[in-house]
């Protein structure tokens, strides 16, 4: 005979047994069950001496829904793919585009995110399950359980101090060609240092230099040493953050032979690419990290693997290898 789960009016009947001071023999007459079942049902859901049938009822769910899942990747290749790719810091779209691009297996980034969140007990509101790895600090918002996202509210607009974004040429917007930036400056509580960032908007190539004070001299000095490097096809644009630090801009243009310009005050999301850039940086740099103990090799770390990263937009290729593709058809 096959075993057949309790049920929610069964439950419910047990406890009104148990409340009545039944013997199991005479509930399991009742309910038509075995003796040894009401005594694994009561072993598995009762707590401090209490049976709730509710709550034993939605235990119960919550393993018939997970059941035969304990593996949810299709084998041991594709796990260690999977692990070694969140490791390196790519989210499980980018794994799972990256797997297609590079052997054509598919595993949806959705499957990637159950298989995480298996690991912990009660889909992430549990324990770790013996033997497993916790693998959901390796996701960039670091989340114990998998939450809804939120809606950013509105900001106020200041005052402009330089060359509007309102006259960016339009093709910038549209992401259709290389060369076009974004700058921002990341700032260190514990000390004067801080960072400068830079990322090419089509591509998501970025660069990191650290400053030692953020000036506006420096944070200019510092655009113009890294950018200087790129042949004049990948140097058209430079879109800025209104900030003090960005007041030497013209030195930039002058410099490089590119226009930059000075995004809203407040408008954070007119520079999208380098603000979600900055926080994948701060996954390798949480906020209160003093800059300065962080060495120019650690710097160059993060922007390598940064650059290594494959991208949805571009195809799951990288960074790296869009700009170097650029070059050589250039060249």
Known sequence: MNYQQFNIKE??????????KKSLRSIARDLGRSPSSLTR?????????HYSPYM?????????????????????????????????????EQISGRLLLETGGKI??????QYIYHQINRNGWGMLKSGKEDLRPYLKRRHKRRIKKGLRGTQKMGRLQGKSIDLRPEIVSSRERLGDWEGDAMVSRQSQFGLNTLVERKS?????????????RETSAAAIRRLKVFPDHLRKTI??????????????EKELGLDCYLAH???????????????????????????????EQEI????????????KRLGYKTPLEVLNQSVALHG
Not at 239 to 252: F, Q, R
């Open 265 to 295: 005050a407040y408008h954070s999301w007119e520079r999208g690419t380098n603000e979600n850039t900055n926080g994948l940086i701060r996954w390798y740099l949480p906020k209160k990290t003093d800059f300065a103990k962080i060495t």
């Open 204 to 216: 998501g190539y970025v660069l990191i230099t650290k400053l030692q004070d953020s000036t506006s």
């Open 239 to 252: 879109t800025w953050d209104n900030g003090k630090e960005n007041a030497k801009i013209s030195l930039i």
């Open 11 to 20: 439950r419910e009947l047990l406890k009104e047994g148990l409340i009545k």
């Open 300 to 311: 160059s770390n993060i922007e390598y693997v940064l650059n290594t990263r494959p991208r």
């Open 41 to 49: 049902e009561i072993k598995r859901n009762g707590r401090s001496g």
């Open 108 to 113: 949806s980034h959705e499957a990637i995110y």
């Open 56 to 92: 034993a009822n939605q235990r119960a769910e919550l393993k018939r829904q997970s059941r035969g899942r304990e593996l949810r990747l299709k084998n041991d290749f594709i796990r260690e793919r999977v692990v070694f790719g969140l490791k390196r810091g790519w989210s499980p």
